[in-house]
């Protein structure tokens, strides 16, 4: 079993930044890639970035640019760096671990309006 826990959503303005941290523990190998998707309201959940156990990187087309995804392996936690925030990045943001199994987290709410 892995768990994963997702903090750092929260209400910021357009223009602002947040940085999301997902914490793994369980029977998690640093052999396994990671990622961060979202689903906003009304959408289906779609990849916002992921990160393979050697650090190679993917971006959703409307985040790349102004999010930045990386990994701990010592602390067993990846981040997502989000800046320059829109209103259309509004959503649940959740974790992924691309292990034998899949895992998500239960999910962290991003709010982004004035």
């Known amino acids: 079993q892995v768990q994963l826990v997702e903090s750092g959503g929260g209400l910021v303005q357009p223009g602002g930044s947040l940085r999301l941290s997902c914490a793994a523990s369980?029977?998690?190998?640093?052999?396994?890639?990671m990622g961060w998707y979202r689903q906003g309201p009304g959408k289906q959940r779609e990849l916002v970035a992921d990160?393979?156990?050697?650090?190679?990187?993917a971006y959703g087309d409307s985040v790349k640019g102004r999010f930045t995804i990386s990994r701990d392996n010592a602390k067993n936690t990846v981040y997502l760096q989000m800046n320059s925030l829109k209103p259309e990045d509004t959503a649940v943001y959740y974790c992924?671990?691309?292990?034998?199994?899949?895992?998500w987290g239960g999910g962290t709410q991003v709010t982004v309006s004035s």
């Open positions: 369980g029977s998690i190998s640093n052999l396994y890639g």
């Open positions: 990160i393979s156990n050697r650090g190679s990187t």
């Open positions: 992924r671990y691309r292990g034998p199994m899949d895992y």
